[in-house]
């Protein structure tokens, strides 16, 4: 079987990590079996469309790089891809149900619903559409009357290839708008006729489908056409890990991750991995470990939580593994402005020291910003710290003009700036925690940076006497 996988979205707005990782499912398992995957877009209400969602959605897919085999801009054998596109195709099919007596025209007003509703909530039942049919319903007119689908209730069991083996009481099944009264299908049709016509072999979407599966099966039935497989992942939970993540979570437009700086590798592995493991303890996987070891009866039955640490974590491992040319290039338009001052060579050697630390490529600037220029001198950097504060600014001086005499001597190669600093330890009877913090301080306004030898050793021997002077003049 040629395996063909889709991703069928609503153009409704951002795309958040719950979303595409539904995508993403459907593209590994597409690349990993030599299949084909597809972008359809499911625009079919319009009430809901967002108006630039369509190219956010493609946006946001070539950025990650989940390349699509066919799609609304990728031409291929079962277009169009956009279902507003394929009214014709829908209201083939659904003539053909009304010939075999298994759809009608709906003529029942809302207010007529209404109280059928109001009757089934007194009597303590569920309401079913079935029980209202009209007798003798009306000739279906296109874009004026809802069509309906006539169900023939009865007992279902189905398999899941993540959920594993579901069932369903006839009770469960119930007729439903197979095209509304403007003409447009709903999700429940068109996407039953888009994935026989695209021939979609696997079909991969979230929990909230289940519940309307017996209805899809009895629906297969009547258009006698074979479903494909079913893989219901669970949800991604928002941090609290009690609920689904949501944009009111914070979840955030996947390209705003991009943006910040999250490398396009770094969200696939982190999305891969909600949910699903390839049964060791490994978690930092590439794309092409990913494709070669993804499986759908991998992925477990309970939701993940979205954990923002571990993704920052995970960002930064990924990071580290970037040859530094790589990073250089990705790093181009993160720099702090004063970076531009320095040629390409020192901003490789900056990148350098500062790669086991960076987590995101957006917090450049707080992490090298010193590299380029001297920053104003900040009290609270000693005031906030314990073993600082509890010196006497006398002290302090003398500790900063004692490292100030022994680099004033040095050669300032890494190596020498690391004796002369084992050197001062001794010379001061200091414990690192307290000279190392210091002289970081005064010569970086940080709290912390990379080894301390090789990042005096870059900003250089003029820089950090300079620097050493000006924290002794404001102590």
């Known amino acids: 079987m040629t395996v063909r996988t889709r991703f069928a979205p609503s153009p409704t707005g951002y795309l958040h990590v719950g979303s595409i990782r539904t995508a993403l499912f459907a593209w590994l398992l597409a690349r990993q079996k030599e299949g084909q995957f597809i972008l359809r877009i499911e625009d079919t209400d319009k009430s809901r469309e967002v108006q630039g969602s369509i190219e956010h959605i493609i946006t946001c897919l070539n950025a990650l790089q989940l390349d699509y085999d066919e799609g609304p801009d990728k031409a291929g054998p079962y277009g169009p891809y956009r279902q507003s596109e394929r009214l014709n195709i829908y209201r083939d099919w659904a003539l053909s149900l009304i010939k075999s007596g298994r759809a009608y025209a709906d003529p029942l007003s809302p207010e007529l619903l209404a109280k ?52 369903a009481k006839a009770d469960a099944i119930d007729d439903f708008v197979l095209i509304k009264s403007d003409g447009y299908p709903t999700y429940n049709f068109a996407h039953i006729v888009d994935d026989y016509e695209m021939q979609i072999s696997h079909v991969i979407r ?77 978690e930092i996987f590439s794309r092409e470990e990913l494709i070669k070891t993804f499986s759908l009866d991998r992925v477990g039955k309970s939701g993940a939580r979205f954990d923002e640490k571990r993704l920052l974590w995970m960002n930064g491992a990924h990071i580290r593994q970037l040859p530094i040319a790589e990073l250089e290039l990705r790093a181009k338009k993160f720099w702090p402005p004063e970076a531009t001052k320095f040629d390409a060579d020192y901003q490789r050697r900056v990148l350098g020291l500062i790669q086991e630390r960076l987590k995101y490529l957006a917090e450049l600037p707080s992490l090298t910003r010193y590299f380029f220029v001297d920053l104003p001198i900040d009290p609270d950097l000693i005031n906030n710290n314990a073993k600082l504060s509890a010196l006497s600014h006398e002290t302090l001086k003398n500790l900063l003009e004692q490292a100030y005499e022994q680099f004033d001597l040095s050669d ?48 250089g021997k003029e820089r950090v006497l300079r620097r050493i002077n000006q924290q002794i003049e404001s102590l």
């Open 116 to 167: 059928y509703h109001d009757q089934a909530a007194k009597k303590h039942q569920p309401f079913l559409y079935r029980n209202h049919r009209p007798d003798h319903p009306p000739d279906w007119v296109y874009a004026q009357l809802p069509l309906r689908f006539k169900s023939v209730p009865k007992d279902y069991a189905w398999h899941d290839i993540i959920m594993g083996d579901l069932a």
């Open 206 to 282: 979230g929990q909230e489908f289940i519940a309307s599966i017996p209805n899809y099966l009895n629906l297969y039935e009547a258009l006698k056409i074979e479903h494909p497989a079913f893989a219901t992942p669970p949800p991604v939970l928002g941090p609290s890990g009690n609920k689904k993540l949501s944009k009111r979570d914070g979840a955030e437009d996947i390209l705003d991750y991009l943006r910040e700086g999250f490398l396009p590798d770094a969200l696939i592995n982190f999305m891969a991995s909600l949910g699903w493991n390839d049964g060791t303890t490994k």
């Open 412 to 459: 300032f190669t890494v190596s020498d700036l690391s004796l002369k600093l084992n050197a001062l330890l001794e010379l001061t009877n200091q414990s690192p925690a307290v000279l190392f913090s210091l002289i970081r301080v005064a010569t970086t306004q940080a709290v912390a940076s990379p080894q301390l030898a090789d990042s005096l050793e870059l900003l």
